[in-house]
């Protein structure tokens, strides 16, 4: 196993500021039109309180300030602002907080990025939420037990959870011209391939292309597409969702399993979010992606019916091509008793498949993806 790249930093002028977001009681005025230009007529760009001048990198945090005593808590960000115009693309990692290659990878972009010679504006989120990735929790947050990404458009009277989203709503997503959210396997879950995603139905035409566009530019051998749409941005509970449902074209990204600490993992994500700003225009490059990656068109889910602990087959692994009625696992009592033989309710590519012990009754414990067309 071998941890991180050799890194240059000396050319980045660096600030370092606090974002005071207040999120209780009004509402958040999201802007990045210009408040100055510099010699290059560009201007510069504003999140929340930040200011980022062109050519300058900006690393800062969103506040979230406390309420009934939850004690709030903060998101750290870094914002590379171009010396020339072009989109603004919004890189969001740690929705879930145990998912650890998208959180380390957004560790290294910044440093690979020179701002001076960018076109447009990169936000890197770097854990969105803080509480989750302290607590070490899975899926949910420690203290209200919601899902970040079950969440949004947000509340800014909520929950901890809910008031995170709510601010990633108003100061990342909403900015944006271009959005990844970034994630893993859980530190439950095994996962392969590595893969992207979009939305192949939401957002309108031009949304649902330009969501493509992006998902393909990042490089990984596989894309799935997310199915359906929706009426509202409060029915689009999913980070992404709202951002197609706000007419902003996104992706998803999962790389990594059982948080397992490999480069295997994160090298594809840095690699690919560079892709996507080579593809937009944002860096300088040739693109490596490929031609023709392999298209999942739907996905079938296995949900536990019991409570207790989860055997996976030895003799499946994810990645896997498996035929309906494959073996997949067993699920016992506390005491060994098998309760369920769980096996594949259809045939095609194992993505998902429970990595660790305990089982609780609703735990999503297969995800098998159907090839599809593109």
């Known amino acids: 196993?071998?941890?991180?790249?050799?890194?240059?930093?000396?050319?980045?002028?660096?600030?370092?500021?606090?974002?005071?977001?207040?999120?209780?009681?009004?509402?958040?005025?999201?802007?990045?039109?210009?408040?100055?230009?510099?010699?290059?007529?560009?201007n510069s760009f504003e999140l929340a309180d930040l200011l980022v001048a062109p050519g300058e990198m900006v690393q800062g945090e969103i506040t979230i300030d406390p309420i009934d005593g939850d004690g709030g808590t903060f998101i750290p960000v870094t914002v590379l602002h171009g010396s020339q115009e072009g989109p603004v693309l919004s890189l969001i990692a740690g929705i879930h907080g145990s998912e650890y290659s998208p959180i380390l990878a957004?560790?290294?972009?910044?440093?690979?990025?020179?701002?001076?010679?960018?076109?447009?504006?990169?936000?890197?989120?770097?854990?969105?939420?803080?509480?989750?990735?302290?607590?070490?929790?899975?899926?949910f947050g420690p203290t209200d037990l919601k899902n970040l990404n079950r969440s949004f458009p947000g509340d800014s009277s909520g929950t901890i959870t809910q008031r995170i989203a709510y601010a990633l709503t108003n100061h990342v997503i909403k900015p944006a011209d271009y959005?990844?959210?970034?994630?893993?396997?859980?530190?439950?879950?095994?996962?392969?391939?590595?893969y992207s995603a979009y939305y192949a139905e939401a957002g309108g035409a031009d949304v649902v292309q330009q969501s493509k566009r992006i998902a393909v530019a990042f490089g990984l051998e596989t894309v799935v597409q997310f199915a359906g749409s929706y009426d509202s941005v409060d029915d689009a509970?999913?980070?992404?969702?709202?951002?197609?449902?706000?007419?902003?074209?996104?992706?998803?990204?999962?790389?990594?399993?059982?948080?397992?600490?490999?480069?295997?993992?994160?090298?594809?994500?840095?690699?690919?979010?560079?892709?996507?700003?080579?593809?937009l225009g944002m860096i300088a490059g040739e693109i490596e992606s490929l031609e023709n990656p392999?298209?999942?068109?739907?996905?079938?889910?296995?949900?536990?019916?019991?409570?207790?602990?989860?055997y996976a087959d030895p003799l499946v692994r994810t990645g896997d091509y498996v035929t309906q009625g494959t073996r997949l696992g067993v699920i016992t009592d506390y005491f060994g008793n098998e309760l369920e033989t769980v096996t594949a309710p259809e045939s095609g590519v194992l993505l998902i498949l429970f990595g660790t012990p305990p089982v609780n009754t609703g735990d999503p414990i297969v995800v098998i993806g159907k090839v599809g067309q593109h």
């Open 1 to 42: 196993m071998r941890f991180g790249r050799s890194i240059v930093k000396s050319f980045v002028k660096t600030k370092f500021h606090r974002l005071n977001a207040l999120i209780v009681g009004s509402a958040i005025l999201v802007s990045n039109a210009a408040i100055a230009k510099d010699s290059t007529g560009v």
């Open 179 to 194: 959005l990844i959210d970034i994630h893993s396997g859980d530190a439950n879950e095994s996962l392969r391939p590595s």
């Open 106 to 139: 957004m560790q290294q972009l910044p440093a690979l990025l020179d701002p001076t010679q960018m076109s447009g504006t990169l936000v890197v989120v770097h854990i969105a939420n803080m509480p989750a990735f302290t607590g070490r929790t899975v899926y």
């Open 294 to 310: 392999l298209f999942i068109a739907e996905r079938a889910r296995i949900y536990s019916e019991h409570e207790g602990i989860w």
């Open 237 to 279: 509970i999913y980070t992404s969702a709202q951002a197609v449902t706000l007419g902003i074209p996104s992706m998803d990204v999962e790389s990594g399993e059982l948080g397992i600490i490999d480069d295997v993992y994160i090298d594809p994500i840095t690699d690919g979010a560079m892709n996507v700003m080579r593809e």
